[in-house]
Nanobody
Framework: QVQLEESGGGLIQAGQSLKLSCLASERTFSRQVIAWFRQAPGKEREFLAAITWRNNATFYADSVKGRFTISRSNDKNTVYLQLNSLKPEDTAVYYC???????????????WGQGTQVTVSS
């Protein structure tokens, strides 16, 4: 069973940084591409970043490239998303997701966590 649990969200001021975590079950972590998405109120869910399990290759949406960084800790079965220089428009629920296929993981992954709220005040 694929299990994902996000944490690390909260209320912060614009310009600050935040690090989100996605804890995955061991089986999930070792065989899946892990991706981060977000969904702001009234908007569609948006792909942000992904990291492969095979060689830790990373992929980013143009909208966050240079500000957000995805990484993984194999020892902790955890994928992180470092959010820097946050803006009020980054306010959203952030989700991690998993899929064996990279192309599917960045579009419509088969497994999702419950999400963590990030609110950026101006």
């Amino acid at each position: 069973q694929v299990q994902l649990e996000e944490s690390g969200g909260g209320l912060i001021q614009a310009g600050q940084s935040l690090k989100l975590s996605c804890l995955a079950s061991e089986r999930t972590f070792s065989r899946q591409v892990i991706a981060w998405f977000r969904q702001a109120p009234g908007k569609e869910r948006e792909f942000l970043a992904a990291i492969t399990w095979r060689n830790n290759a990373t992929f980013y949406a143009d909208s966050v490239k240079g500000r957000f960084t995805i990484s993984r800790s194999n020892d902790k079965n955890t994928v992180y998303l470092q959010l820097n220089s946050l803006k009020p428009e980054d306010t959203a629920v952030y989700y991690c997701a998993a899929d064996p296929s990279l192309s599917t993981a960045t579009r419509s992954p088969g497994h999702w966590g419950q999400g963590t709220q990030v609110t950026v005040s101006s």
